[in-house]
């Protein structure tokens, strides 16, 4: 220890050196605070998480018939089969998987359309398995897709993993809201091309209904009487070919549980050739009606035909019309494709002669836009949520805390000091931590396979650290004064006595904080708060011992009371080490 103890010296005895030591310090703060707007560092709410499932969803078109999704569906079990870390595959046709995390807010229960399927997809147990979930998902990802959807034009397929923190619609939802139905459903197309052009975005959706042609069959009144049918007869034959009916009952009408006995055509008589209309006419003209002169006529006879367009559903949210663009990140944080399509957004929309004005202020909702049409006048929105958000308003009530934390540590230490300057102290040498939990995330990208993320649970290492670091500053502060106090010796030289003398017992503890956190850097969820741990825990013991001495020589508070001045003789001085 005496070595450290002539190097602290050494540092102190020159303005040079000091000064030295405190630009280096700041220019390492400002270096790794860069890290992460230069993307050397990534932040992401949470992880990648490795389970043993995932979901398939495949949406085919509006009005696609069950035939169409299930050849979809077909294809993607079909290369599922390949896989041998796949143990089994279930296929739910025209309906969602049986509620599991991550469908509870994507709406899988509400599923019930002839356009829509899901796939749930088990796989070996992930301590068994060497390739994680979610890098096996973006494996096949672009296999799937650049196969599959073409079987069905317009299909989208939309792989989902289970999340590894609070389930959300979406990685990336952009709500696109305004009073023109038609207006929104155009930006709505204009927004998803965008993020579909985003590198690193994937699975772009739009939550809403295909706009298709039908065609509505209208009992004509006049003809159905000059036949000598009735409205009703009419209607029910039509209802029981392609829907089914019930036409009887099996117990007696006395009964309380009635057991209908239902009628329907076979799949096959149901199915029409194609969707033109000379299909539907061939197909009604095969269906006869008996009126009351006991002669057939043609179903053809007493209809019309009219062609209309489909009634999409209209979604609403705070009594605004609202259409979601929905999106996920191939094994990127929500952040930074967010920021590139925005900014695509912006130019894009202004260049066909849109307003576009931005959300004022550092809100919650800091990214949304506000779109103005300049000849209508009518506004809309492009508002962001999904993961997004959520990680927005973590990073940001984990900041409020971090914040917080600090106000109370320097209320306490001004209490116990009755200094400003030293409680400026130990807080500087506390949030320099910072510099070790950034620099490690990224060396553990560097030595990793996948990108390493500074997540939620980084930061809340970082938070946990404030005590730690505040300890050791607190240590070398208290027992310098008393050096001084008790033992006349002079300040630089009690400084840096007392940081050789401390560097013991706050090493130790930093060995134990590294060797207990080791256990949580290679978690996948927690493996932040174990790098921030144990990258934090090393900055600061550097930062305690060297940098903190620095600002204890320049602050005033550390020198003793002239009036009362305590004279000792040096060479009777003992310290114990």
Known sequence: MHLLENFVYWILQSKFRKALIIILTLVALVLSILMIPSNLVKVRMLPGKS???????????????????????QCVVDILKNEKEITDIETFLGEGIPLDYAGLVKGAGMKNSENVAEIAVNLTDKHEREEKSFLMVSRLRPIIKKKCEPVVKGTVIKLIEQPAGPPTLASIVVEVTGDDLKKIRELSFDVAKILSQTPKVVDVDIMADDIFKKYTLIPNKDKIARSGLSVDQVNKIIYLAFEGMAIAHKNSANE????????????????FENKSLQALKSKLSSMNLMNKKGMLVPLTEVVDIKEVPSNPMIMHKDLNRMINVIAETDNESQVYPLLKARDKMIEYFKKKGYKVEKEPGMSTYMFDLHLTDPKTGKKYLLRWDGEMKVTLDTFRDLGGAF??????????????????????IVLAGSFLSIIGVIVGHWVADLVTKETFFLTATSLIGFIALMGISSRNSLLLIDFAKSLMEAKGMEKKRAIAVASATRAKPIALTAIAIILGSALLASDPIFGGLGVALISGTVAAVFVSLIFVPVLMDNAKAMDIDDENPIHHDPKNISITR
């Open 51 to 73: 389970a043993n499932t995932f979901s398939i969803y495949v949406d085919t078109p509006t009005g696609s018939s069950k035939e169409q999704t299930k050849a979809v569906t």
């Open 256 to 271: 309380d549980g009635q057991i209908n006995i239902f009628l329907s055509l076979d799949d096959s008589t149901k199915r």
């Open 403 to 424: 914040i917080g934390a600090l106000v109370l540590i320097f209320l306490l230490l001004v209490v116990y000091y009755k200094s400003y300057a030293l409680s400026g």
